[in-house]
């Protein structure tokens, strides 16, 4: 349940504006046929439809986001709007009066538009205007919410929000922003753990991480050291810059900072364009996460690429370039390759000291107009569970939280309503938006109600 994805109610009962409000409506094509979040699965009056699908597919756990513009209009605590409240009060309760447990995303890529113009994620007044937001979160709903993550993709968010422009508030920062953003993503986050854990953890006994995005990257050429080294690169830029100052020691890897302070060098700067951490900020940063939450579709080739011409950007830095083998079946950017998720596991294992493991997002997308008979996304869903079970039992990972992305088909950022991920089929000509399961969902149901596919050893 994700604002603008599912929710809708874009402007109702008292909601401010957030940036993809703004970047939607603001046209150019940017999304697919402009289309926008404006009502989206209509969730904000349907709750009830969609409740019913949770218990259709007798899911242990629910995956929702909250949206921060609705509880606090201008994204402070001087307004606070009861009806958001009420919203998501509603939607906890009943998930809990129906033994299904809530994990809760206090921020998932829509800050508010009051925010935005004060800088937004390269201001670094938001660490604490977020720090206060996470806050009111916790103390609104943390009686009852018990697993928590602090910012959806944060990785995601810095390259394709601050750096390149793509996603909302859409304006690029080439080479600079997205390590901006960054560095004040990651000091949001802390902060909000350590309000956590020194205001409510002992009373509310919760847990508190983030959710980071990755694609499981392998070298292009297996023999070729130049590529091996890329593919390093590629993960320590993807993965590990925002992994490891959480997870090992409250810094960047030495990787990523000697990478951008030579590009730097080479481009005239006069310091690195990465921002650094004090060694207060350090010590405030290191161990900021009670389990590793990471969001897995597919993998990538990685090769070697110079950067020749000293071009600015995030992905001239880390001089690669990444592609598929085109023997793997796709839609869109998503390839079927289902064992990258079980090295990825196999990686964060191995690199972040055996950590408890939550996937909070992995899926499969359809075409528009979709098959109700979605043969090719089961397939990827039982390959995918066949990989998870030999990461659990042969590689001993601690995976714990599995939730697949996503209940209903809904608006896919960029793509609009073009790719469809749900489980649930969501008619979107229809004011009612009528929920109809897809195959992949009756089969889901049944690993659910067995616990699993059975042994693929």
Not at 2 to 28: E, K, L, Y
Not at 347 to 363: A, L, M, R
């Amino acid at each position: 349940c994700v604002f603008p994805q599912i929710t809708g109610g874009w402007d109702a009962d008292g909601r401010g504006p957030c940036v993809w409000d703004t970047f939607t409506h603001q046209g150019g094509e940017r999304v697919f046929e402009n289309q926008t979040g404006d009502v989206a699965c209509g969730s904000y009056t349907l709750w009830e439809e969609d409740l019913k699908c949770i218990k259709q597919l007798g899911l242990t756990h629910y995956r929702f986001s909250l949206s921060w513009s609705r509880l606090l209009p201008d994204g402070t605590t001087g307004f606070i709007n009861q009806k958001g409240i009420d919203y998501y009060n509603k939607i906890i309760d009943d998930l809990l009066r129906n033994g299904v447990t809530p994990i809760v995303a206090i921020y998932h890529f829509d800050l508010p538009q009051a925010l935005e113009d004060q800088g937004g994620w390269l201001s670094e007044g938001i660490v604490e205007a977020f720090d206060k937001y996470a806050q009111f979160c916790f103390r609104t709903f943390g009686d009852r919410v018990k697993q928590w993550l602090t910012i959806n993709e944060p990785n995601i968010l810095a390259l394709l929000a601050y750096d390149m422009g793509i996603f909302a508030p859409g304006v690029p920062h080439f080479g600079t922003g997205g390590y901006q953003a960054a560095h004040n993503l990651i000091k949001a986050h802390a902060r909000s753990w350590h309000s956590y854990d020194s205001l409510f953890r002992k009373e509310q006994k919760g847990f508190v991480s983030l959710s980071l995005f990755f694609c499981w990257l392998e070298p292009a050429e297996p023999n070729s050291v130049l590529d091996q080294e890329a593919t390093k690169r590629a993960i320590n830029f993807q993965l590990d810059l925002f992994a490891k100052p959480i997870f090992i020691d409250g810094d960047y890897p030495e990787l990523v900072k000697s990478q951008i302070a030579s590009m730097s060098e080479k481009q005239g700067y006069p310091s690195s364009r990465l921002p650094e951490f004090t060694e207060e900020e350090k010590k405030m940063i290191k161990g900021t996460a009670d389990f590793f939450a990471v969001q897995y579709y597919t993998t990538r080739l990685v090769r070697h690429q110079e950067n020749k011409k000293g071009e600015l950007s995030f992905l001239q830095d880390v001089e690669i370039e990444f592609f598929p083998n085109p023997s793997w079946e796709n839609v869109g950017w998503i390839y079927v390759v289902p064992w990258g998720i079980r090295k990825l596991l196999k990686y964060i294992k191995d690199t972040y000291n055996n950590p408890v493991i939550y996937i909070t997002e992995n899926g499969f997308p359809q075409c528009d107009p979709p098959s109700l008979d979605d043969t090719q996304r089961w397939e990827y869903f039982r390959q995918t569970f066949q990989e998870l079970f030999k990461a659990i039992h042969v590689d001993e990972v601690n995976l714990q939280v599995y939730c697949a992305w996503s209940l209903l088909d809904n608006f896919e950022w960029n793509n609009g309503y073009s790719r469809r991920f749900g489980l649930f089929h969501v008619d979107f000509e229809d004011p009612a938006r009528p929920r109809v399961p897809y195959r992949s969902a009756k089969e889901y149901a049944k690993v659910i109600r067995n616990n699993g596919l059975g042994s693929p050893l």
